[in-house]
T-cell receptor, first 109, second 111 residues
């Protein structure tokens, strides 16, 4: 039931764009996105709900394809501060999140 | 607000000892979650509470693990007896409207 994230790792130069994908085999209630920096706790980025509602940071964009049970996180004009591991969390049942294995993003100057 | 508070931040104990991890959620949040993170298994949900009531504990690995939430401002995760394979970072998170706010975590090392 764990969602599958791709790619596993990304290396970017500042200013470049990236897309991180999250795929589930089960029908989803919502998809969450979090970023974790080394040695720190995960930090909430965005929630995408069935029906199209989104809640999250203004500078982060994401999509949720309910039919395909897939979500994508779009990071545009990347900054050094974007570096970290990105996790999607899929919610099959209200309140219960199952996290993917993570995508490591490294932004270089 | 101070955010989610966890204690201790680091715990080193010997195999067989009892370990108690503590969490204070953000005031006003009605859901609380305990997660475990390791390199091998990633970020796993152990148990979560809604309005102090345990809703799903299917992620609790064994009977050695137990969690309580006696009131809206406090929760504990207990491991007894502890084993080396329990070594991990344990996070507590709280939520009100979906998004979860994580505490700084407790790094547990069982020797």
């Amino acid at each position: 039931q764990q969602p599958v994230q791709s790619p596993q790792a990304v290396i970017l130069r500042e200013g470049e764009d990236a897309v991180i994908n999250c795929s589930s085999s089960k029908a989803l209630y919502s998809v969450h996105w979090y970023r974790q920096k080394h040695g720190e706790a995960p930090v909430f980025l965005m929630i995408l709900l069935k029906g199209g509602e989104q809640k999250g940071h203004e500078k982060i964009s994401a999509s949720f394809n309910e039919k395909k049970q897939q979500s994508s996180l779009y990071l545009t004009a990347s900054q050094l501060s974007y570096s970290g591991t990105y996790f999607c969390g899929t919610e099959y049942r209200a309140g219960k999140l199952i996290f993917g294995q993570g995508t490591t993003l490294q932004v270089k100057p | 607000d101070a955010g989610v508070i966890q204690s201790p931040r680091h715990e080193v104990t010997e195999m067989g000892q009892e370990v108690t991890l503590r969490c204070k959620p953000i005031s006003g949040h009605n859901s609380l979650f305990w997660y475990r993170q390791t390199m091998m298994r990633g970020l796993e949900l152990l148990i979560y509470f809604n309005n102090n009531v345990p809703i799903d504990d299917s992620g609790m690995p064994e009977d050695r693990f137990s969690a309580k939430m006696p009131n809206a401002s406090f929760s504990t995760l207990k491991i007894q007896p502890s084993e080396p394979r329990d070594s991990a970072v344990y996070f507590c998170a709280s939520s009100f409207a979906g998004e979860q706010y994580f505490g700084p975590g407790t790094r547990l090392t069982v020797t």
